[in-house]
């Protein structure tokens, strides 16, 4: 239990650093399904085996192969130029990245009541789950189906071939 | 023994650090919303996590997971489909090279 903890968080965090430092963008997307794939693994380790599925059903199912669609599309497999601007925009994005990664592990110790917290020794199952989302989280259940169909009317919409007015 | 609540939030934070430098600095605008992703699932890790470590008799922890998860595919739906777009009419993806509204 322990020691798969660690393996999938090593797995997590490296691949979660190759999919946004590849030169190559399919090895990019294909590292980022591999990230969706261990946070997948993390939340059954975490015993929300529902969420786990959706995970990689959305994520995995969806999300990665749009992604590999999109790098497809564009013939845009190896990016000319790297980083955006020069070098020294790069060091711009460490610093800010490991300035919040420092405000963040701070903040998470200096909390020293968080090892009290232990993990109950529950299970919640899909029906319950199901009953919750249909009584007291039905409007948002019902304002995420309205943005679902938005968002797929908007990326049809987007991404829709113009007609050339010549003819 | 288990594994305290402390270590998975620090896996959470290191994810999130390394999605905001991907959306900060790579050009391609794929790896920018890839980097949005790995942002929002570190955010969906430290959920769980909470729900976990909470009492944890009522779904709320992962409802707000689940939403979040509904949130973010309709937010990538729309935004390959800009940079398909944005691809069609300046043959790049780019985020340097595109800074006009209009060519």
Redesign the interface.
Same mark, same amino acid.
């Given at each position: 239990?322990?020691a798969a903890?660690y393996l999938i968080?090593v797995v997590?965090?490296v691949s979660?650093?190759l999919?946004?430092?590849l030169r190559n963008?399919i090895y990019?997307?294909l590292c980022?399904s591999v990230?969706?794939i261990s946070?997948a693994a993390?939340?059954f380790l975490?015993?929300?085996d529902?969420?786990g599925v959706?995970?990689i059903l959305?994520?995995v199912g969806?999300?990665a192969t #749009? $992604?590999l669609? !999109?790098?497809m599309?564009?013939k845009?497999l190896v990016?000319?130029?790297?980083?955006?601007?020069q070098k020294r925009?790069?060091s711009?994005?460490?610093f800010?990245?490991?300035a919040?990664?420092w405000v963040?592990?701070g903040s998470?110790?200096s909390?020293t009541n968080?090892?009290e917290?232990?993990?109950?020794d529950?299970q919640?199952s899909v029906v319950?789950?199901g009953k919750?989302?249909l009584t007291a989280?039905l409007l948002?259940f019902e304002v995420?189906s309205l #943005? $679902?169909t938005? !968002?797929?009317i908007?990326?049809?919409v987007?991404?829709l071939?113009e007609k050339k007015k010549s003819s | 023994m288990t594994i305290p609540l402390s270590h998975y939030l620090a896996v959470s934070a290191a994810l999130f650090s390394i999605g905001l430098f991907g959306a900060l600095t790579r050009r391609s605008a794929i790896i920018v919303l890839i980097g949005i992703e790995i942002m929002m699932n570190a955010a969906n890790l430290n959920l769980i996590a909470f729900w976990r470590y909470s009492d944890g008799t009522r779904a709320t922890g992962q409802l707000f997971t689940f939403f979040g998860i509904t949130i973010a595919a309709a937010e990538v739906a729309v935004g390959l489909a800009i940079v398909i777009s944005v691809y069609r009419l300046f043959q790049s993806t780019n985020v340097n090279e595109i800074s006009d509204m209009k060519k």
């Open positions: 239990m322990i903890f968080s997590l965090i979660a650093v999919a946004v430092s963008l990019c997307t980022a990230v969706f946070s993390l939340f975490l015993k929300a529902f969420i959706v995970q959305i994520y969806a999300v #749009l $992604l669609f !999109a790098v599309l564009t845009n990016s000319r130029q790297y980083y955006v601007g925009k790069w711009y994005g460490i800010t990245a490991s919040v990664l963040l592990i998470i110790r909390q968080l090892a917290l232990v993990t109950a529950h919640l319950s789950l919750e989302m989280f948002p995420a #943005l $679902l938005a !968002a797929m908007g990326g049809i987007i991404a071939e | -």
